[in-house]
């Protein structure tokens, strides 16, 4: 800082993400858009890590940690498998926490399939022998895929949902998200017991646990006002909104969810250019 009494741009992240001991942040729409980086984000998630530990808190189950750190390493940003808290990572681990190793039918891509083999559940060989259908986002979704699903529940199996996002974007635009899944299988008369992506609790209790902090001392970075900011807001922990995704300033006033902070994206934030949405005491 120089003589002036007034802090320059560089100075304002210290006084708003120095205020935080770690960082959830989303991927689509924050990170990345479709397969690329969004402008400036590579080099302010090197930055954001300056101030504490970042974690990568996605709803997208279509990849496994391993999958989305390779995918994540290849666009130039610098993080492991441990870094990442994917949606199908989440499936598997509240399933492995609350009823041990169990007998899966998966609705969803390689993502899921891969977590839950790594969390050591089965994947069952045919439609009746599974206790849960884990559904998730599906690009190749079909008829005959939903049939059997239909099967599994018929025979009793329970529902278990990565997430509900009902879009997913894209460099093309919005596109189903694994909301259109779940919407499906609520169609057939079989709702989800549990949903363990933004904004469900699950979410965050177990990203809170992995970095050891209380909800006061992280903070939600999103791009979605109904998965990543009421999320946020419902487990206690402070949220930004940038506007790179699907959500707008608009939305903010329509939904009544209202972030602690926006910023027109991730590079915004950390050069200090986020503003509150609302007074602070």
């Given at each position: ?72 390493g ?30 899966v ?43 059997q ?51 469900s609790?699950?979410?965050f ?9 209380p ?67």
């Open positions: 800082m120089g003589e002036s009494a007034s802090p320059d741009v560089a100075a304002v992240p210290n006084a708003v993400l120095g205020r935080y001991g770690a960082f959830l942040v989303d991927v689509d729409g924050v990170l990345t858009r479709g397969n690329d980086a969004l402008p400036g984000a590579t080099e302010a998630f090197t930055a954001l890590r300056t101030w504490g530990r970042a974690l990568v808190l996605t709803n997208n189950s279509t990849r496994s940690r391993s999958e989305l750190a390779e995918h994540l290849r666009l130039g940003f610098a993080v492991s498998p441990d870094d990442i808290l994917g949606s199908a990572f989440l499936a598997a681990r509240y399933l492995t926490l609350h009823y041990g190793p169990v007998d039918w998966v609705l969803g891509e390689d993502g899921v399939r891969d977590e839950m083999l790594l969390s050591d559940h089965r994947l069952a060989t045919r439609p009746e022998g599974a206790t849960w259908v884990v559904a998730g986002m599906d690009r190749d979704v079909t008829y005959a895929k939903l049939s699903a239909l099967r599994a529940l018929v025979g009793g199996a329970r529902v278990l949902a990565t997430n509900e996002d009902a879009t997913f974007p894209t460099a093309d635009g919005l596109v189903p998200g694994a909301g259109a899944i779940v919407g499906a299988l609520r169609g057939m008369g079989f709702a989800a017991e549990h949903v363990v992506g933004k904004p609790f699950a979410a209790e177990v990203a809170l646990d992995v970095l050891g902090l909800a006061n001392r992280v903070l939600m970075i999103g791009d979605r006002l109904d998965t990543d900011i009421a999320g946020a807001q419902a487990a206690g922990l402070d949220s930004v909104l940038v506007l790179s995704g699907v959500d707008s300033l608009d939305d903010i006033g329509r939904s009544g969810v209202r972030p602690t902070w926006v910023a027109a994206s991730l590079a915004d934030l950390c050069a200090g250019k986020g503003e509150p949405s609302r007074p602070r005491l």
